[in-house]
Every structure is written in structure tokens, then in C-alpha cells.
């Protein structure tokens, strides 16, 4: 399986417990599928930011979901451990894969970012409240979760509406640029702003509660 290229355009859920289960059964094409599609740009955007090209990005994409593949016939739900972490952990041991590759047989394949400690933080369990990696992973998983919420919103509100909040909110257009260039009051651009962001917030909170 190939990842498509950015920009991020399709929603990327939290897995629910029950996808988890469905998955376990390597035969289940369409659980694979869905579970692919809510997180090869998560993958994806990490790899980048850690510092890998493109090609390199979408074989960690690929090395990752195969090695969730061979574990999960085994896998058992534990409320007390995250998903999210060990994903994480997951993705940094494939990303260390591809920088050996980029070294040759017998390299150590450390971060290359400066993260202000020495220690190799691919040999620890990762926190994903923890080190600066850490805070690349929960700033794309957010991103994600921001256009899941926003592609649900988007099927519920009038197009108008909507393409007036893409302008001001997340284009950050003047509002007099927006009431001008879509012929609606300042006052309309206020009201939709208002409206969508307390939806915003609902659907969000609405995804994070089905984090695992």
C-alpha cells in the first residue's frame, strides 16, 4: 500500500477499541483499510518532520503498518496502556531503520534532531508527554484530529458558511476582505465564525473521547 501525497485531506480518527479488534484478523481487508486510511498521514507527516524525504516518509508509512500487521493477531485491549504511544514507538524504531539505511550496514541510526540530551531516545519507551519528538507526534495527531472534526462540520454547515470560516478563521483573511470578496456583512462573518468554532470544539471533544 502507497500513501498519497499531502495535503492532508481526508479524516484521521482516533481508533475505537473495536478497530482494534476487527484488525486482529489479517484477512479483514476493509478494517485494514479503514484503519490505514485514519493513519498513514499521521505516520507520514512525523517521518517528515523527523527529518526523512518523501520516499523515505512513505516506506515508514508502509514498514509500520506491516509491523502492526504481525502484532496485532496477538493483541489484547489494556485501558491502562495507549495506542497512540505505542504507535509512536513503533514509527521512531522504523524511521531509525530508514536513517541506517541512509548510513550502510552497521550504523547506529540516531535522531537527527537535536532534542538537548544524548541519550537515545529510540531505546526508550516513549512519553508522549515527554521529549520534543513526543511533541512532533502529539502536534500532528492534533492537526489530524483538527481536520477530522472540521471534515464533519464541514458536511453539517451551508457551504456559504463554512467558506466564510475557511477565510477568516483558518486563512486568517481581514474580515472586510472576506465580507467584500463574498458580498455578505461583517456581521455574517462574525455569526459564522461563532457558530462553526462552538461546533469545532463539540466534534473534537466528541473524537477524543474515543481515543484509545
Known amino acids: 500500500m502507497k500513501p498519497r501525497k499531502l495535503p492532508m485531506a481526508e479524516e484521521i480518527i482516533p481508533t475505537r477499541v473495536t478497530l482494534l479488534n476487527r484488525i486482529k484478523d489479517v ?14 498521514k499521521l505516520i507520514y507527516g512525523y ?27 496477538a493483541f489484547t485491549y489494556d485501558p491502562a496502556r495507549s495506542f497512540k504511544a505505542w504507535l509512536l514507538h513503533t514509527t521512531r524504531w522504523r524511521i531509525q531503520d530508514q536513517l541506517r539505511k541512509r548510513k550502510g550496514p552497521g550504523a ?7 532534542t538537548g540530551t544524548r541519550t537515545d531516545l529510540i531505546e526508550r519507551v516513549p512519553d508522549p508527554s515527554g521529549d520534543y519528538l513526543a511533541a512532533l507526534w ?10 477530522a472534526a472540521l471534515d464533519k462540520i464541514k458536511a453539517k454547515v451551508k457551504p456559504r458558511q463554512y467558506q466564510i470560516f ?10 472586510e476582505k472576506v465580507a467584500k470578496t463574498l458580498r455578505v456583512s461583517s456581521g455574517q462573518v462574525y455569526l459564522a465564525k461563532f457558530k ?7 466534534e473534537i471533544k466528541a473524537l477524543e473521547t474515543k481515543m484509545t
Open 27 to 40: 484477512d479483514d481487508s476493509e478494517s485494514w483499510r479503514e484503519f490505514f486510511e485514519k493513519y498513514w
Open 47 to 73: 517521518a517528515l518532520r523527523y527529518g526523512l524525504t518523501e520516499s523515505e516518509a512513505e516506506e515508514v508509512v508502509q514498514e509500520t503498518v506491516i509491523e502492526v500487521s504481525r502484532k496485532m493477531p
Open 108 to 114: 547506529s541510526g540516531r535522531p537527527n534532531l537535536d
Open 138 to 147: 502529539e502536534e500532528e495527531w492534533q492537526n489530524n484530529l483538527m481536520a
Open 166 to 175: 475557511d477565510l477568516y478563521v483558518l486563512k486568517e483573511w481581514p474580515v
Open 196 to 202: 462553526i468554532c462552538r461546533m469545532l470544539k463539540k
